[in-house]
Structures are given as C-alpha cells and as structure tokens.
C-alpha cells in the first residue's frame, strides 16, 4: 500500500511557476508509475501527466504540454510536477496518484480509475 501526500500549491499570478511535490510512503515506491490530475470547480478530474517507474518515460496531456514537467525521485520517495508558464484556466485542486499498472509500448495510464492510490490533493489558483 501506498500513501500520499502533496505539498506546493498556492496563489501565483498567470505567466508564474509552481512546483508541487508527492512524498510517498512504502518501500515500493519505484513499482508505480505516478500521476498527477486536477480538478476545477464544476468539472471532472482531468489527466494532466504520468511517468513510469525508472522516471525514462512520462506523458503529459496537450494542455500541459511544453508547460508542465513530471519528475520522480525514486531514492527520496518523490513525485515532482514542475509548472511553468501558468495560466488563469490551470486553477484547480491537483492531485498525485499512483498505480501498478506499468507503461508498455504506447501504452501509459491517463484514466483515473486505473490509478489506486490517491493523495488529498493541493489547491493551485492562477490569477489574471
């Protein structure tokens, strides 16, 4: 089992950075592939990025793309999503999950509900 535990939100103005960090718990860290999503008032968790176990591989969804990067620690147990270049729209409560489920080829987990472990989420608000 793993637990998880998110830090780095806050209140940046847009075009500013944030960088929020995952401290997991457990030995087996480096088996799950981690993920971040988010979710803004009224609308559904959305997928933003994921990396696999070693760190050589990450997905980000197009929104984010060029903007959001994903890094792990595995020696510190750690899961990073730098973000640079914000925007208004990127306000959201961001979540850190992780799950067994490996990448394999072009395959990578965005779905949430194949994610098993949740964080409780940090909230990130871009102003204009």
């Known amino acids: 089992q793993v637990q998880l535990a998110e830090s780095g939100g806050g209140l940046v103005q847009a075009g500013g950075s944030l960088r929020l960090s995952c401290a997991a718990s457990?030995?087996?860290?480096?088996?799950?592939?981690m993920g971040w999503f988010r979710q803004a008032p009224g609308k559904e968790r959305e997928f933003v990025a994921s990396?696999?176990?070693?760190?050589?591989?990450?997905y980000s969804a197009d929104s984010v793309k060029g903007r959001f990067t994903i890094s792990r620690d595995n020696g510190k147990n750690t899961a990073l999503l730098q973000m640079n270049s914000l925007r208004p729209e990127d306000t959201a409560v961001y979540y850190c999950?992780?799950?067994?489920?490996?990448?394999?080829?072009?395959?990578?987990?965005?779905?949430?509900?194949?994610?098993?472990?949740w964080g409780q989420g940090t909230q990130v608000t871009v102003s204009s």
């Open positions: 999950a992780a799950t067994r489920l490996s990448y394999s080829g072009s395959y990578s987990p965005v779905n949430l509900l194949e994610y098993d472990y």
């Open positions: 457990g030995r087996t860290f480096s088996r799950y592939t």
């Open positions: 990396i696999s176990w070693t760190g050589i591989s990450a």
